[in-house]
């Protein structure tokens, strides 16, 4: 299953998007992150909404996108610049089908950075989202 979010307008480099994008940073970027547990540069160990994880962080074109490796459903997300005028959150699962509850606490995850990145990132407002 997919899910997405946008910002529109954020004014916002790659190179400050994928500054702005670390392990340490992530509590203050997104509330379903509660706690950073430790922190290796690009590997790490996060408390959140569903748990304790080891986290990834991986520089990818045009942003990052960070993986739960340990996570049963192979929970993954990237936040990416699109064009000059927007950014795009987008989070998978390596399901199809799925609990609702579940589903919910993904969307609201979701909803949570859109959240956090406008009120990070200059002029940014959330866009449409969905799964």
């Not at 509660?34 to 962080?57: A, N, T």
């Not at 993904?106 to 002029?123: C, H, Q, S, T, Y």
């Amino acid at each position: 299953m997919e899910f997405y979010a946008q910002l529109i307008n954020p004014q916002t480099s790659v190179a400050d998007l994928q500054l702005i994008l670390t392990i340490e940073a992530l509590p203050e970027l997104c509330a379903s992150i509660d706690e950073v547990l430790s922190d290796h540069g690009d590997r790490g160990e996060v408390y959140c909404v569903w748990g304790q994880f080891d986290i990834g962080r991986e520089l990818i074109r045009d942003g990052v996108r960070f993986t739960l490796p340990g996570c049963p459903n192979a929970l993954a997300w990237t936040i990416t610049c699109e064009g000059e005028d927007s950014i795009v959150i987008h989070c998978a699962i390596n399901k199809r089908e799925h609990e609702p509850e579940f589903i919910e606490s993904i969307e609201k995850f979701v909803e949570d950075w859109a959240n956090g990145l406008a009120a990070r990132l200059p002029a940014a407002g959330t866009g449409g989202g969905g799964s």
